[in-house]
């Protein structure tokens, strides 16, 4: 599992676009001594955003016929890339969040958090406290206490900075703030609860897509939506009422074909035959022009 790979760097805006730029022309290029210089960050931050292209899934680590690590640009990323390289729709942050915490790694705590952490009010003392409890009983080896602090508080800042403008380190915001899923105040660390214009029905069935992609499911129950890891309702704090007001914008789309049935026993969700990039494409080709 992963801890404290972030080098204490949250995301900042336009990190994405600045690393996928650089990895179109060197997929190497993390490995490149003089990357600081070239993309004009510092060398902790280089090593920070190397982290995060991972982590939000818009690129992926593996090994060339030389085995030598390199950065590749994923789909997703090149869609990101091509159509909100800027991050502006809220559909396009609300994705790149799901990417961090639907896998136990890299992002552990954040997988954590969201996926099995249940308390919504909580200090962020406390907060740390039971991350350490859960990887006591969960990793085999130990994990430093200063790693997994590391963590607690980059995982605050990533959804928090640039919400209180009176702090000079905060004006810089994440991307991922838009989403509005953590709020910070005096201490206090609050797991927003969400609706479907917080979100976007098409971050909304991304996630559907993507889950059927990895599980290979076809059908899925509301149940399910609500309490199952990595999807709705744990990912972004989603209730059941709010599951079922999505459900039914989503199938009055025609070209997609969400079926929602509904009986006495079980609430199922028929999954349309489409992959996950697929709708993303013809999501971004029809909101950009809205957008720009």
Known sequence: MGYGQH???YLR?????KAIRHLEIDERFFY????FEKIGLGKNMVQSLRYWVVATGVVEE??????????KITELGRLIFEYDRFVKLQDTAAILHYQMVKEKEPSTAWYWYFNYFDETIITKDNLLSELILWVEKNESKPVSERSLKRDIDCLVKLYTAGQNTSDPEEVIQSPLNKTKLVEEKKGIVYKRTTSVSDIGLSALMYVLLDYKTLHGVSNISVDDLVNQPALWGKVFNMKRSAIVNALNELTQNPIYNLTFIRTNNLDLIRIPEITPYEFLQQEYRRKVGVTK
């Open 32 to 35: 490149d001594k003089e990357a």
């Open 7 to 9: 080098q204490s760097f």
């Open 13 to 17: 805006d336009r990190w994405l676009n």
């Open 62 to 71: 593996v090994f060339n016929e030389d085995r030598k690590k390199v950065h």
